[in-house]
């Protein structure tokens, strides 16, 4: 079964970094548009960032820009997401997926806290 699986969220004080991971358990991710997304209770799923086959573009939400760096390892099949001054806005559940998303990729998601 294809699939995706996060790690790496925690629990961290606003200026803080963390850096997620996204382990694919199969090779044809790399054949694919890679994202990451978030999710509050309050608000729909959003994409976070974005980055392409081979990794040579890489797109982000406004709010993010500056702060946070997608990245990919295709020979070992995992995303990551460097998240540097972090904000308490950036609480959520950070979910990997390809770009546009599948409903049968999605995966348990990381948690991420931003907290004092």
């Known amino acids: 079964q294809v699939q995706l699986v996060e790690s790496g969220g925690g629990l961290v004080q606003p200026g803080g970094s963390l850096r997620l991971s996204c382990a694919a358990s199969d090779t044809i991710f790399r054949y694919y548009y890679m994202a990451w997304y978030r999710q509050t209770p309050e608000n729909q799923r959003e994409l976070v960032a974005r980055?392409?086959?081979?990794?040579?573009?890489?797109n982000y939400t406004d709010s993010v820009k500056g702060r946070f760096t997608i990245s990919r390892d295709d020979a070992r099949n995992t995303v990551h997401l460097q998240m540097n001054s972090l904000k308490p806005d950036d609480t959520a559940l950070y979910y990997c997926?390809?770009?546009?998303?599948?409903?049968?990729?999605w995966g348990k998601g990381t948690l991420v806290t931003v907290s004092s």
């Open positions: 997926n390809i770009w546009p998303p599948r409903m049968s990729y």
């Open positions: 980055i392409s086959t081979g990794g040579g573009g890489t």
